[in-house]
């Protein structure tokens, strides 16, 4: 995306980012916002099994007004491009984008030779802060994705990391 | 100017300025806290209205159909006859009353109810575009 002009506030002071910085990964709120069939294991998260709100990301917005983090959970097709950019542009600061699913990182299997109408990887609309691979992936995985924007956010993660093997 | 008197003026400015502080406080605190000198953009089209990402197609401000107003008005007659009711219901059991006063509930109801037959009359319940000329 190259040079990129983020937002900053009046009061920059540091122990009080750090602060609103905790606040804000704690009380991320997405939008209710599904396009293929990855929204349907990010319904499951938030369900009672897995449970999004045990990170506080339980609060579905209707209105991306009102929402922090987008999660981009499926195909985005060229006629939905700019209902997404403008759902994006409408997002107060700060905010943050999750790719759910291969088609949103990279088109997925559609990102083929034939291919006409489908966006390969929403990261060509908009800067994208994690990424969650997987088709689709699950529900793990989206809790997975949430605890590491935490840690994007406040440089600190939530639970020790699992070693794969143990 | 009486001690007690100014003592509890003393007290509502203290509210006052309390209140105020509740209700501007928060708007100062975002306005130095939230990076709110702009949004980033990708389209340009934080400014629409419409929340759903979609271009709406034509303007909010149209014209409804008078019949809409009509039967919000015979709901009303509808809704105060039966809020009128409530009382009624809470203090039937009580054995003092007899058949006479489930006449005058009757009563009651009928007469509430000539709103509706006067709207039935007049032929709002003919859901049809109406066009009305002065005489």
Not at chain 1, 57 to 71: G, K, L
Request: glycine share 8%; with cysteine.
């Amino acid at each position: 995306m190259g040079e990129e002009n983020v937002p900053t506030s009046v009061v920059q002071f540091a122990q009080l980012d750090t602060l609103l910085n905790l606040c804000r990964a704690n009380s991320l709120w997405p939008m209710t916002f599904g396009l293929a069939c990855c929204a349907i294991e990010m319904m499951c998260t938030g369900g009672s099994r897995f449970d999004i709100s045990r990170f506080g990301a339980e609060v579905f917005r209707p209105s991306p007004r009102q929402s922090d983090v987008m999660i981009v959970a499926g195909t985005v097709n060229k006629k939905l491009e700019l209902a997404v950019r403008t759902l994006y542009d409408q997002m107060p600061e700060p905010k943050w984008v999750i790719a759910m699913g291969n088609c949103a990182i990279s088109g997925g299997p559609f990102k083929v030779k034939e291919n006409y109408n489908v966006i390969e990887g929403v990261d060509k609309l908009f800067p994208v802060d994690v990424y969650i691979p997987g088709c689709p992936p699950r529900p793990e995985a989206l809790l997975e994705g949430i605890m590491t924007l935490e840690e994007k956010i406040t440089g600190k993660r939530r639970w020790p990391r699992i070693q794969a093997g143990c | 100017m009486d001690q007690v008197v100014l003592t509890n003026i003393i007290y509502v400015a203290i509210f006052l300025a309390g209140a105020l502080a509740f209700g501007l406080g928060p708007i100062l605190i975002v306005y130095l806290l939230s990076p709110s000198s702009h949004t980033r953009q990708s389209a340009g089209r934080a400014d629409q209205l419409i929340e759903c990402g979609m271009e709406p197609i034509g303007s909010a401000w149209v014209r409804f159909g008078i019949v809409y107003y009509l039967y919000a008005l015979i709901f009303l007659a509808f809704d105060v006859d039966v809020l009128f009711l409530f009382p009624v219901a809470v203090a039937y059991n009580d054995p003092s009353l007899g058949a006479w006063d489930f006449v005058e509930i009757l009563i009651f109801v009928a007469i509430l109810s000539l709103a509706v037959v006067y709207a039935w009359r007049k032929g709002v319940f003919t859901w049809e575009k109406k066009t009305y000329q002065r005489p």
